[in-house]
């Protein structure tokens, strides 16, 4: 079966409906007019016995007689121009007078037919409208008399009238379906070009656009809203290609440092000492590498993916100290002094996970970045039904161009030069899709040479049961 397409379709659906509408509003046409005429009849042929019998005499109590000048009148000698046929009939259904226009004819007495009904029968084979009446004196039945109209020029003007709705109809319809198509195929064509733009976008031609309608229509919006994820896929393609440069990059760099340290290692005899001086150095490389490696795949593991997230209750206060134990090591060797200032103990309902990764990022910042002999202070508080967690360092800052950008991977900022600090670039990324993917508040201030402070909002425990 051949698919139609969409021109068609559009052009087929409204004359479809169009066609209804005609066909209802030729229906009504021709039964007001048929209405009208027949109504126009009935009138008459009332008039007419009421005039008969108005004008009816009665001789022997029994016998009924027209006066003779009635007969003379042109409707009852003529059966071409609207004929009107009289006929008395006594009891016995014989007919007692007739008007000159039956001639041989006579008018058939309908016996189902009820006193002043109008109903329709025939005459020479031609159609009339016929009524038969019952005649009294003083209370008695003595007889009855039928009036008949003719409907020959009714019918014609029905029947000329039905065929020319019936020939006008399907030429209305054709005409009303080439005048759609053709404004359906106007109405379509910035849908062609979408079509033809979407067919010349490629991965590697993410710059062309979809031309934008004049009129703000539905076509509009949806151009508008094709170049939306249009530009939306074109930045995280490019994203991505950037993301696997500095990957790889960044996976290059120890892998090269290691190789050259060993290749040089290897060339001539060395004593112990140089031997384990350098490979101390390829093994710090080496962890360099792992913890790299580990935030990749754990970016990789929790990219938009929900439904990975395992909700519990969350005690913020030992996960807090858990960390600083893990980094015990670090706050120790750089005598950083931290103070956790917590009046109580404070629950969220988030994934004990992804809260444990985002808090070792942001205090392994802390104690990494600070000063020699600084302070860092963590505090919980409850401020309007949520629990905020403050990170506050006396490090060597950030700059504040630099701000937005330390959220983007593999980003350091280069406002003073701490070369010699590890690192990624990849802890802050980390902590913001895992805060939004939490729906935890996320804010971070800084100033160069002052320190850095990080805020952030959870969800109290206790609420969210509610």
Not at 328 to 342: H, P, Q, R
Request: charged share 25%.
């Amino acid at each position: 079966m051949t698919q139609l397409s969409f021109k068609n379709r559009i052009a087929l659906n409204y004359i479809i409906t169009t066609g209804l509408l005609v066909l209802a509003v030729f229906s009504a046409i021709y039964i007001i007019v048929r209405l009208t005429v027949y109504n126009h009849i009935d009138e008459n042929l009332l008039i007419e016995v009421r005039d008969h019998l108005s004008e009816i005499r009665v001789e022997k109590k029994a016998v009924i007689l027209m006066d003779a000048e009635e007969w003379e009148e042109r409707e009852h000698n003529s059966v071409d121009v609207n004929p009107v046929f009289v006929q008395f009939l006594d009891l016995n259904k014989k007919i007692i007078e007739k008007s000159p226009n039956l001639k041989n004819e006579k008018l058939v007495f309908h016996e189902g037919k009820s006193g002043f009904e109008l109903f329709d029968t025939k005459l020479l084979d031609n159609k009339i409208r016929q009524i038969q009446v019952p005649l009294h004196i003083k209370s008695k039945k003595i007889g009855y008399l039928i009036i008949a109209m003719s409907l020959s020029d009714s019918t014609q003007v029905l029947e000329n009238l039905l065929d020319t709705l019936l020939i006008t109809f399907p030429i209305i319809l054709l005409l009303l379906f080439f005048i759609a198509r053709f404004l359906a195929g106007r109405s379509i064509s910035p849908i062609n070009e979408i079509i033809n733009t979407s067919k010349i976008i490629t991965k590697d031609n993410l710059k062309t656009r979809i031309p934008l309608p004049k009129t703000r229509d539905e076509l509009f919006v949806l151009s508008t809203t094709i170049n939306n994820l249009l530009n939306r896929i074109e930045d995280a393609i490019d994203r991505e290609k950037q993301f696997t440069s500095d990957a790889s990059h960044e996976l290059r760099t120890p892998l090269t440092v290691i190789k050259g340290t060993l290749e040089v290692l290897i060339r001539k005899p060395r004593d112990s000492k140089e031997y384990e001086e350098k490979i101390n150095y390829c093994i710090n490389e080496v962890d360099h590498l792992n913890s790299l490696v580990d935030q990749l795949l754990m970016m990789a593991r929790f990219e938009n993916q929900k439904q990975n997230i395992l909700k519990e209750n969350v005690y913020l206060n030992a996960v807090i100290l858990d960390v600083l134990k893990l980094n015990s090591e670090k706050i120790k060797s750089g005598k950083v002094n931290v103070v956790l200032d917590a009046a109580e103990d404070f629950y969220t309902y988030s994934d004990n996970y992804l809260v444990v990764t985002i808090l070792r990022n942001i205090i392994s910042n802390a104690v990494k970045y600070s000063k020699k002999n600084s302070e860092i202070k963590i505090s919980l508080l409850r401020k309007e039904n949520k629990i905020y967690c403050v990170v506050l360092d006396q490090g060597i800052g950030i700059a504040k161009k630099d701000l937005e950008s330390i959220l983007n991977p593999f980003f350091r900022s280069d406002s003073l030069n701490h070369s010699d600090i590890k690192g990624t670039g990849l802890g802050l990324f980390i902590v913001k899709r895992m805060t939004d993917l939490l729906q935890i508040d996320f804010e971070i201030e800084s100033e160069i040479g002052v320190g850095t402070k990080v805020l952030l909002g959870f969800e109290e425990y206790q609420k969210v049961l509610k």
